[in-house]
């Protein structure tokens, strides 16, 4: 992870930067930084290669909101948050899809929580992109991890339930199965694997999918079952 820090009071900068270095050996992550004095400096450097930018928004020549609003024009993906001494400033972040604010003096606490925002959404956009390739009836398939509502194996036939339609292909569920996280996918029987993303209700032996799939929950993977999902909703509402 790469974090950019944008503020012109030198000493606040560094004691930004210490926290992160502080943040990274206590969460055992390697976290690379990098300091800029000026908001029109970072911008004629920027090489989309950070994750976050931490921008103080009372800066002198362009502040903060400024440099953020150019920056948006370049990236739309990197993570911006602001440094402030005002919270009235944390509205107008929204403009630039900021992720939060912290407010100055800067907490140990406040910026512990400002990164751990910014991995979750990382993370979630990494699993998002992931991709599985189909050879489905012959014709190459990328297929998005994050569109699957669930997968049903009929004898070798795999079924392919997702947001954009159905895709089939010839195989067995442990090929595809290790791909996928069990953090967010489960058994709901032997017959099925679900996405716990789109489970919308349990009803005794049913589970329901997405509008209108209903799946039988088979007495041996029940308990499994339900523990995953407790687990899945646990994890989201981190």
């Not at 790469?2 to 930067?17: F, G, L, Q, R, S």
């Not at 699957?148 to 339930?161: A, D, G, M, T």
């Not at 099925?192 to 039988?216: H, P």
Request: proline share 0%; charged share 30%.
């Amino acid at each position: 992870m790469k974090i950019i820090i944008v503020e012109d009071e030198a000493i606040v900068a560094k004691e930004i930067e210490m926290l992160i270095c502080t943040y990274a050996k206590e969460r055992g992550e390697e976290i690379t930084t990098q300091i800029y004095n000026r908001a029109i400096g970072f911008l004629k450097d920027y090489n989309f290669t950070a994750d976050l930018v931490l921008f103080d928004i009372q800066m002198d020549a362009m502040n903060g909101m400024e440099a953020a609003k150019e920056l948006r024009k370049k990236d739309n993906e990197v993570l911006i948050a602001f440094i402030t001494s005002l919270s009235r400033y944390a509205i107008e972040g929204y403009s630039v899809s900021a992720i939060d604010y912290i407010l100055k003096p800067i907490s140990k606490q406040q910026l512990f929580s400002l990164i751990d925002r910014a991995k979750r959404i990382l993370i979630k956009r990494e699993s998002d992109s992931e991709e599985l390739l189909l050879n489905s009836r012959g014709v190459k398939v990328k297929l998005r991890i994050s569109s699957i509502y669930y997968i049903e194996v009929i004898h070798h036939l795999l079924k392919f339930y997702t947001c954009d339609g159905i895709y089939e292909c010839w195989g067995s569920m442990c090929d595809f199965e290790q791909y996928l996280s069990k953090d967010k996918f489960s058994r709901c029987n032997v017959c099925y694997l679900v996405s716990l993303k789109y489970v919308t209700a349990i009803d005794g032996e049913f589970v329901y999918i997405g509008k209108d799939a209903r799946l039988k929950i088979s007495r041996h993977k029940k308990k499994e079952f339900l523990a995953a999902l407790a687990n899945y909703l646990g994890m989201k509402n981190v």
